[in-house]
């Protein structure tokens, strides 16, 4: 089955700095990678994704970009704030219609 | 749109006790899946259901689990008998197509 590795586990940046999590997934054949947004006590919040056949997707401060030949894909968010700290999930969905692998969690605080 | 809607948001109950987890998704998602998460193994899919039907329970623990849907509005989640194992937050999510938006969990304390 599918396969997610996320790195880094934890990420601590200034106000202001930009945040880049990466992602690698096992199956070539995966073809959606969301990417979540958890703040505690809370559920999972959809922030971006992209599919299988878009290289790079921007909304506002967050971009994810796709590298179909090695497999990986990254979520970066620039101009950092305080409210952005919170759990971070990346997630592939491979052949199995629906299934989502999600990565184990990175964990960024932003420090005003 | 309310979102997805789980009861209750909290469960603490004893060991052997029947546990029975509620979830109403989103209006016009055709999706829903039950996931876990603890610290030790993340986010874990339990089971997914397609227009009501269970596409895939290969993430179902053991024969203690058992999920149903029995119209598009409405889920359930049991666990008979609970173990302490089984504590964690369970989510709920729905889906009209690939996207998929969580409800807020249930937190499952089994003393």
């Known amino acids: 089955g599918e396969n997610v590795e996320q790195h880094p586990s934890t990420l601590s940046v200034q106000e202001g700095d930009s945040a880049v999590i990466k992602c690698t997934y096992s199956?070539?054949?995966?073809?959606?990678f969301p990417w979540y947004k958890q703040e505690l006590g809370k559920g999972p919040q959809l922030i971006i994704d992209i599919r299988s056949n878009v290289g790079e997707k921007k909304d506002q401060r967050i971009a994810v970009t796709l590298n179909k030949t090695a497999k990986h894909f990254s979520l970066h968010i620039t101009e950092t704030q305080p409210e952005d700290s919170a759990v971070y999930f990346c997630a592939a969905m491979g052949t199995s219609y629906g299934k989502l692998t999600f990565g184990q969690g990175t964990i960024l605080t932003v420090h005003p | 749109d309310a979102g997805v809607i789980q009861s209750p948001r909290h469960e603490v109950t004893e060991m052997g006790q029947e546990v029975t987890l509620r979830c109403k998704p989103i209006?016009?998602?055709?999706?829903l899946f039950w996931y876990r998460q603890t610290m030790m193994r993340g986010l874990e899919l339990l089971i997914y259901?397609?227009?009501?039907?269970?596409?895939?329970d290969s993430g179902m623990p053991e024969d203690r689990f058992s999920a149903k849907m029995p119209n598009a509005s409405f889920s359930t989640l049991k666990i008979q008998p609970s173990e302490p194992r089984d504590s964690a937050v369970y989510f709920c999510?729905?889906?009209?197509?690939?996207?998929?938006?969580f409800g807020p969990g249930t937190r499952l304390t089994v003393t």
């Open positions: 199956d070539s054949a995966s073809n959606y």
């Open positions: 209006s016009g998602h055709n999706s």
């Open positions: 259901f397609n227009n009501n039907v269970p596409i895939d």
């Open positions: 999510a729905s889906s009209p197509g690939f996207e998929q938006y």
